[in-house]
């Protein structure tokens, strides 16, 4: 017996008013308060970088000063001895360079941003399958959803990656490495819309746990509030999905697969959740 078709589960009508509201609560509320929260976070880190550098410049004019005074007292010795020379020599500036990796928040910040792109990369490549007839009958407001839920994860790649380059560190524009396997796998399988939304779900779900873990995991307020502003997005698109599938709207079953069927759970667990060590840095 073959699956029913994800698209005969909800009318074209009832998906593209989601995915307007979802559109118009992203522009309206949850977009506004992520790029407020990562502008504070941003911020923070450059005036905490402005900050070191000024206690390092602080540091380096009072030891010249003590080197010069230094000198000068060598000066004035070597004046009164006319018959022992000497010529004072200072040391070097010591200098440090900081680890490659990233830690702490901003190894929490790469690790979304990559797992964003992941999420970038599978809807893109089920539109270019779309477009190839690759799916067979795609409705036009499958295709705007993704585009849709696409766009917003590029915002949601883009807030991370700001962040990272507020701190001096390079974007991140490689896939989460960790899961990327696994999505290619499964994109390999997938033959029409109802596999390609199982995708989805499955990434949404890992996206949304994954911020869910991050609240806890973050220390600084500014990079809690990206992450919580991000979360609900996430949980919208896994919502959209699970209609479009003909199944309950919200994580449910056990601690296996994308959740995707069994008993409505009452929280959002975090079994799924990517780890910081997702991405290195590297």
């Known amino acids: 017996m073959s699956r029913d078709r994800a698209q005969d589960h909800i009318s074209d009508a009832d998906l593209s008013a989601m995915t307007t509201e979802l559109d118009q609560l992203h522009h309206d509320h949850t977009l506004p308060a992520m790029q407020s929260a990562v502008s504070e976070w941003?911020?923070?880190?450059?005036?905490a970088a402005s900050g070191a550098a000024g206690r390092v410049t602080n540091r380096r004019t009072f030891l010249l000063g003590a080197a010069g005074v230094g000198a000068g007292g060598v000066l004035l010795?070597?004046?009164?001895?006319?018959?022992?020379?000497?010529?004072?020599?200072?040391?070097?500036?010591?200098?440090?360079?900081?680890?490659?990796?990233?830690t702490g928040d901003l190894a929490v910040a790469a690790m979304a941003a990559s797992l964003e792109n992941l999420g970038v990369f599978a809807y893109n490549a089920g539109l270019?399958?779309?477009g190839?007839?690759?799916?067979?009958?795609?409705?036009?407001?499958?295709?705007?959803?993704?585009?849709?839920?696409?766009?917003?994860?590029?915002?949601?790649?883009?807030?991370?990656?700001?962040?990272l380059t507020a701190a001096g560190?390079?974007?991140?524009t490689a896939t989460d490495p960790a899961l990327t396997p696994t999505v290619q796998q499964k994109f390999a399988q997938v033959k029409d819309v109802t596999g390609l939304a199982e995708l989805a779900l499955l990434i949404?779900?890992?996206?949304?746990?994954?911020?869910?873990?991050?609240?806890?995991?973050?220390?600084?307020?500014?990079a809690v509030a990206v992450a919580a502003t991000i979360q609900p997005v996430e949980m919208q698109h896994a919502a959209i999905l699970y209609y479009a599938l003909g199944r309950y709207p919200g994580i449910q079953g056990d601690s296996s697969g994308s959740?995707?069927?069994?008993?409505?759970?009452?929280?959002?667990?975090?079994?799924?959740?990517?780890?910081?060590?997702?991405?290195?840095?590297?």
Not at 144 to 161: E, G, L, R, V
Request: aromatic fraction near 6%; glycine fraction near 8%; hydrophobic fraction near 35%.
């Open 128 to 130: 270019q399958a779309a």
């Open 132 to 163: 190839a007839g690759k799916l067979g009958s795609v409705p036009p407001a499958v295709a705007t959803f993704a585009q849709t839920a696409m766009a917003q994860h590029k915002d949601h790649a883009a807030a991370w990656n700001s962040v």
């Open 42 to 47: 941003a911020e923070s880190i450059r005036q």
């Open 204 to 222: 949404e779900n890992v996206a949304a746990q994954t911020y869910q873990n991050g609240v806890a995991v973050l220390s600084s307020s500014q």
């Open 259 to 282: 959740y995707a069927s069994g008993t409505p759970l009452a929280f959002n667990p975090t079994t799924l959740a990517r780890p910081p060590s997702d991405y290195t840095g590297s």
């Open 169 to 172: 560190k390079p974007e991140v």
């Open 77 to 102: 010795a070597a004046c009164g001895s006319s018959h022992k020379s000497s010529s004072p020599t200072s040391p070097a500036p010591s200098s440090s360079t900081s680890a490659g990796g990233l």
